[in-house]
């Protein structure tokens, strides 16, 4: 699995290593005898929790040689679902797009927390709280008896959420943002970065969880006739506006597109 951290331990003397795209790692040493190996679910800017303040963690027993693990089912496999979205979109090709909050002198990592329970009757698959950036976690995931793919998903569209709020903390409240905008924009995000990983993925779309932003940029026509536009264009209009109108205005001022004269019709479309 890309980007997670691996340990070796043997009484007071640790390895590290990290794998590659391929899954294959190297530490920088070796044990002659038997060694504990680890994995810390977490990188610089994020980390897994199990718990309230807990960090995930997958320990092995003790083994001699080479460590090979495969994680196909269970929590650990949960919790790498998890790790490999937050992954994807901190450190990984997301079209251009904004990163979430970054670990700094006065930010600290951004907390994901993993529910192994069913929670709201399957109602609700994540979420998140700006407010919780230095206590609790700021996101958390309840798809723990779902597919792989909605659990990757998920993480990606409350990322989205997380990298929205960071981009108007020196403009104005995102919480005065219409819920239809934040949602759609997640929406968006979670179906075109997600798509990435499982082409075929799909999601449903409403009145809240609109699907302006794939409209935009899918050129599948249908009822919307608009298409062209990229990922960061529309991330770029979204600055600063707080409402549905007032985005979609901005996405007419700020770019030519053969197609923008029907954005209006667009709109209106998931206006209900």
């Known amino acids: 699995m890309e980007g997670v951290k691996v340990r070796a331990r043997r009484w007071f003397t640790t390895y590290r290593g990290i794998a590659d795209a391929n899954g294959n790692y190297s530490c920088d040493g070796t ?3 038997p060694a504990n190996y680890s ?5 610089y ?11 995930a963690t997958y320990n092995s027993l003790k083994i001699t040689g080479n460590w090979n693990l495969n994680l196909n089912s269970g929590e650990q496999e949960y919790y790498a679902t998890i790790f490999r979205a937050a992954y994807h979109y901190y450190y990984k090709d997301i079209n251009g797009l904004r990163r979430p909050p970054g670990n700094s002198f006065f930010r600290t990592q951004l907390k994901i927390r993993a529910y192994p329970q069913n929670l709201y009757d399957g109602n609700v698959l994540g979420r998140h709280k700006e407010e919780r950036r230095f206590l609790g976690a700021q996101i958390k995931i309840y798809t723990y008896t779902r597919l792989a793919e909605d659990t990757y998903s998920t993480v990606i569209h409350e990322l989205a959420h997380a990298s929205h709020w960071n981009m108007w903390r020196e403009a104005d409240d995102f919480d005065d943002t219409e819920s239809r905008i934040k949602e759609s924009w997640a929406a968006g995000v979670e179906w075109n970065l997600s798509r ?5 993925y799909s999601r449903g779309f409403g009145n809240v969880y609109t699907g302006v932003v794939v409209d935009m ?10 298409e062209g536009y990229t990922i960061r264009q529309i991330e770029d209009a979204l600055r600063g506006k707080k409402s549905w109108i007032n985005w979609r205005d901005n996405i007419k001022n700020k770019y030519n597109n ?3 004269n029907n954005l209006d019709a667009l709109f209106n479309r998931w206006d209900f």
């Open 39 to 43: 994995i810390d679910w977490e990188r």
């Open 45 to 55: 800017d994020f980390a897994l929790q199990d718990g309230w303040l807990n960090g």
């Open 31 to 33: 044990f002659r005898n």
């Open 196 to 200: 990435s990983v499982y082409p075929n």
């Open 258 to 260: 053969g197609t923008e």
């Open 217 to 226: 940029i899918d050129g599948l026509g249908g009822t919307d006739q608009v």
